[in-house]
């Protein structure tokens, strides 16, 4: 992709809400689909010992189909990455968000009640197709925000908003998901707030400028030689690693609530809905307050910030339910926000970082590859969220996840706060600007 669509659209002027509200109503979609599917896929197929519901696979095997479909699903993402930088955008979301929205509602869906080996294939088969099609309509998408704007201010403005249109989506899923999962099964919930996603995210092509995913006017270097001029850069890969450690924590955390809700705190499903809508409400609501930070400050000392905040909240969350004269459920409502506050922080100035690379990239090599780096992106964290239900698995089995010891629900929080840690240490290097001259002086290019 060279630089012509990013000059013309300077030249244009500031693009208008209405536009940049289109754009970001796929991550609406995005966020819906990750709440629910993070927040009730693990508890809907492997529930705890005592809760009335029916297992249809076993929590190990669950977390190695999750871990391996995750990890197939990365390796595709550098390479539609490749492709759409060198072809056109739209085409791919358009023929994506179908099959995404279709293979979301199925998977609620198993074939046998109770434990089978036909589940398995069934769940491993509909999680392929859908990985797929979540990689087909997120890079493309992902890879138009460099291209929208080359100011920092207009970018930090479309990260901002969409990050507070995604937390809309998440409130949605995490708010409603609990309730109709208890009044109306999993299936109907699935088809009820799928329908919401598939609309919205098909109102995002109108969002999407014709200039971007233009073919390109220079020759494209060949696909490994150009991931290999990506991913095997100090800042690229300390970034990476910070944000698989780091981002891994939120979907560990959506995959926790429903077994703390029910373990520890003693509550129904649709209580669960509680503490997930007030973790998206803080998200949505703290979305200025990151605007400002990340206006006033570089992106690089706010996202230190925001992880070492993370770990904080994290940390406390271990005790949850552990003082005898406060309510467990006010307990939990009381320290969820110092986690939750700064992780709607942590999406925007991962978007905002994203786009500095790909100017970066610009810099040392005279081309823009938005969707490439958007593809690395994914690998980083879908590897990540690989991890996340190997994590999930391995420590319930070996703490505990029952009514009688729900120990392993506690611990998770501890495994959170020090994957935390480890993406702050790995931050450690990176030090890129917040626009390109600032990147040049920086790195002496």
């Known amino acids: ?33 990750d709440t629910i599917l993070y927040a009730w896929l693990p508890y809907f197929y492997a529930p705890p010992e005592g809760s009335g519901l029916t297992p249809y696979i076993s929590l190990t095997v669950f977390a190695a189909i999750l871990a391996g479909g995750r990890i197939l699903d990365a390796v595709s993402d550098p390479l539609i990455g490749y492709l759409s930088d060198n072809t056109r955008r739209k085409p791919y979301i358009f023929i994506s ?12 869906n198993p074939p046998v009640k109770g434990i089978s080996s036909i589940n398995i294939i069934f769940l491993a088969t509909v999680l392929f197709f859908y990985y797929w099609a979540y990689t087909g309509v997120l890079i493309p998408w992902f890879a138009v925000l460099p291209e ?81 001029q990506v991913f095997f850069d100090r800042q690229v890969i300390s970034f990476s690693v910070m944000i698989m450690f780091v981002q891994l924590t939120y979907q560990l955390m959506l995959m926790n609530v429903p077994y703390l809700t029910k373990l520890i705190l ?37 996202f230190r910030w925001i992880i070492a905040s993370m770990a904080t909240g994290f940390t406390a969350s271990f ?10 459920m006010v307990q939990a409502m009381l320290i969820f926000p110092i986690a939750a506050i700064p992780v709607g922080g942590m999406f925007a100035a991962s978007l905002g970082i994203i786009a500095d690379l790909t100017d970066y990239d610009e810099l040392k090599f005279g081309k823009r590859r938005e969707a490439i780096y958007y593809g690395i992106y994914g690998i980083v964290r879908k590897t990540g969220w690989a991890l996340c ?19 392993g629900v506690r611990v998770l929080w ?23 001259e600032e990147t040049k002086k920086i790195m002496n290019l």
């Not at 509550?267 to 200025?288: C, H, N, Q, T, Y």
């Not at 020090?418 to 990176?430: D, E, K, N």
């Open 97 to 108: 968000m179908p099959i995404l929205f279709i293979t979301f509602i199925l998977v609620w």
């Open 266 to 302: 003693g509550g129904r499903e649709a209580d669960a809905s509680i503490l997930m809508g007030e973790v998206i409400l803080l998200m949505a609501f703290s979305a200025p307050l990151w605007f400002w930070l990340l206006k006033k400050y570089s992106k690089k000392t706010v």
């Open 148 to 228: 929208m704007s080359s100011e920092n201010d207009e970018r930090v403005k479309i990260a901002t908003i969409g990050v507070a249109i995604g937390v809309f989506g998440a409130l949605i899923g995490g708010g409603l998901s609990g309730v109709l999962f208890e009044s109306m099964g999993p299936f109907m919930m699935a088809l009820i707030l799928g329908t919401v996603a598939f609309v919205a995210g098909e109102l995002t092509l109108f969002g999407i400028d014709k200039k971007g995913g233009a073919v390109p006017e220079l020759k494209p270097d060949g696909f490994f030689k150009a991931l290999k």
């Open 389 to 407: 239900s190997i994590i999930l698995a391995g420590v319930f089995q070996v703490f505990g996840y029952s009514l009688e010891n729900p120990l």
């Open 319 to 328: 005790f949850i339910g552990s003082i005898d004269f406060i309510p467990p």
């Open 414 to 436: 501890l495994v959170c706060a020090f994957s935390c840690l480890i993406g702050l240490v790995a931050f450690i290097p990176y030090k890129l600007g917040d626009s390109q």
């Open 1 to 33: 992709m060279n630089s012509s669509a990013i000059t013309q659209r300077s030249k244009n002027g500031a693009l208008s809400i209405g536009k940049i509200i289109l754009y970001n109503l796929a991550g609406f979609s995005f966020n819906l689909y």
